[in-house]
């Protein structure tokens, strides 16, 4: 069984590579991001999938629901694993989302970005949101009734999404940290071990990984700290 661990690859092209042949598939997913898709495009996922990894896109899809759908499309032909959506699109842009992947042998899992764990109190305040949390819970139920396999949030958010929408219904939690390391540009954090245990199904884990001097004891430190 893979760890729940997905490796944030938001660096250059080969740096990206030869961090992905230092891992072990076994031990993590991948993801790729706008950075390093703008900058290599498609090929990058076909070299990462080659080498055993399951890839999730992030591109945070967020247009109109025919460019939604057309994007989905695209990115679901490039055989990833997962790819995201801004839930914040509204229904018609979900559903366009999710009837995009129809008919395909092996769907690609649809989740839902809800709020960015970089967005602070202040930050959400000029948006015209006054609770970050309360938000997060409604757009997760809005990817829920519109079909989405789950959710991005942070890990803040996991408990009362698990309660109000099932356990089955997909968290994954970006802005892992541990109590001694840079929060860098991330205000929402929490450890690897408090996220697991409030019930994300999925780490997104970059910096703290990437950034190591030795990232493959780094991945198994943590895989430790949660097992």
Same mark, same amino acid.
């Given at each position: $069984?893979?760890?729940?661990?997905?490796?944030? +690859?938001?660096?250059?092209?080969?740096?990206?590579?030869? +961090? =992905?042949?230092?891992? /072990?598939?076994?031990?993590?997913?991948?993801?790729?991001?706008?950075?390093?898709?703008?900058?290599?495009?498609?090929?990058?996922?076909?070299? +990462?999938?080659?080498?055993?990894?399951?890839?999730? +896109? /992030?591109?945070?899809?967020?247009? @109109?629901?025919?460019?939604?759908?057309?994007?989905?499309?695209?990115?679901? &032909?490039?055989?990833?694993? $997962?790819?995201?959506?801004?839930?914040?699109?509204?229904?018609?842009?979900?559903?366009?989302?999710?009837?995009?992947?129809?008919?395909?042998?092996?769907?690609?899992?649809? @989740?839902?970005?809800?709020?960015?764990?970089?967005?602070?109190?202040?930050?959400?305040?000029?948006?015209?949101?006054?609770? @970050?949390?309360?938000?997060?819970?409604?757009?997760?139920?809005? =990817?829920?009734?519109?079909?989405?396999?789950? *959710?991005?949030?942070?890990?803040?958010?996991?408990?009362?999404?698990?309660?109000?929408?099932?356990?089955?219904?997909?968290?994954?939690?970006?802005?892992?940290?541990?109590? &001694?390391?840079?929060? /860098?540009?991330?205000?929402?954090?929490?450890?690897?071990?408090?996220?697991?245990?409030?019930?994300? /199904?999925?780490?997104?884990?970059?910096?703290? *990984?990437?950034?190591?001097?030795?990232? $493959?004891?780094?991945?198994?430190?943590? *895989?430790?700290? @949660?097992?």
């Amino acid at each position: $069984m893979i760890s729940p661990i997905i490796v944030a +690859l938001d660096l250059e092209r080969d740096l990206a590579l030869d +961090l =992905a042949k230092s891992l /072990d598939p076994n031990n993590c997913r991948l993801k790729v991001g706008s950075q390093l898709f703008t900058s290599v495009g498609p090929r990058v996922i076909e070299e +990462l999938s080659a080498l055993g990894f399951d890839v999730f +896109l /992030d591109l945070k899809f967020h247009d @109109i629901p025919n460019t939604v759908a057309q994007s989905v499309k695209a990115a679901s &032909n490039l055989g990833v694993w $997962m790819l995201n959506v801004h839930t914040s699109g509204g229904s018609t842009m979900i559903k366009a989302a999710k009837e995009a992947t129809t008919g395909l042998v092996d769907p690609p899992l649809i @989740i839902g970005v809800t709020m960015l764990t970089s967005l602070s109190k202040k930050d959400v305040n000029e948006i015209g949101i006054q609770d @970050i949390s309360n938000q997060a819970l409604s757009l997760a139920s809005l =990817a829920k009734k519109n079909s989405l396999d789950g *959710i991005v949030c942070s890990a803040n958010d996991v408990r009362r999404i698990k309660e109000l929408l099932g356990k089955d219904f997909i968290t994954v939690t970006p802005g892992i940290r541990s109590s &001694n390391s840079s929060k /860098d540009d991330q205000s929402r954090v929490s450890s690897a071990r408090n996220a697991i245990e409030k019930g994300a /199904d999925y780490l997104v884990i970059g910096r703290p *990984i990437t950034k190591s001097t030795n990232p $493959m004891e780094s991945l198994d430190s943590i *895989i430790k700290e @949660i097992s």
